[in-house]
Nanobody, 118 residues
Framework: QAQLKESGGGLVQAGGSLRLSCAAS????????MGWYRQAPGKQRELVAA???????TYADSVKGRFTISRDNAKNTLYLQMNGLKPEDTAVYYC????????????WGQGTQVTVSS
């Protein structure tokens, strides 16, 4: 079974930057698709960005040009570089990884709070 640990959230002023990380550990054979989701108070969880095992990336329209998703396969780690942050980016951010292991499936991080002040 695998475990995920997120880090990098915090409080930042509008226009600032943050970098989120999601590190997977455990008995991992392979990680397929990876993604970042976010959930703001009173709203549904939404996909922010995703990256396939082949490196193809997709982004929500609201973050295109400001956020960059990347992965380090050697470290089993997913990143989200967030630049030009806006107050509407305030949410709890979750990583989701499709992991092939002794117990394969989609694993979710514990969530990290990102708060952008105006």
């Amino acid at each position: 079974q695998a475990q995920l640990k997120e880090s990098g959230g915090g409080l930042v002023q509008a226009g600032g930057s943050l970098r989120l990380s999601c590190a997977a550990s455990g008995n991992i054979l392979r990680i397929n698709d990876m993604g970042w989701y976010r959930q703001a108070p009173g709203k549904q969880r939404e996909l922010v960005a995703a990256v396939t095992s082949g490196g193809t990336t997709t982004y929500a329209d609201s973050v295109k040009g400001r956020f960059t998703i990347s992965r380090d396969n050697a470290k089993n780690t997913l990143y989200l570089q967030m630049n030009g942050l806006k107050p509407e980016d305030t949410a709890v951010y979750y990583c989701a990884l499709e992991i092939v292991s002794g117990v394969s499936g989609t694993y979710w991080g514990q969530g990290t709070q990102v708060t952008v002040s105006s």
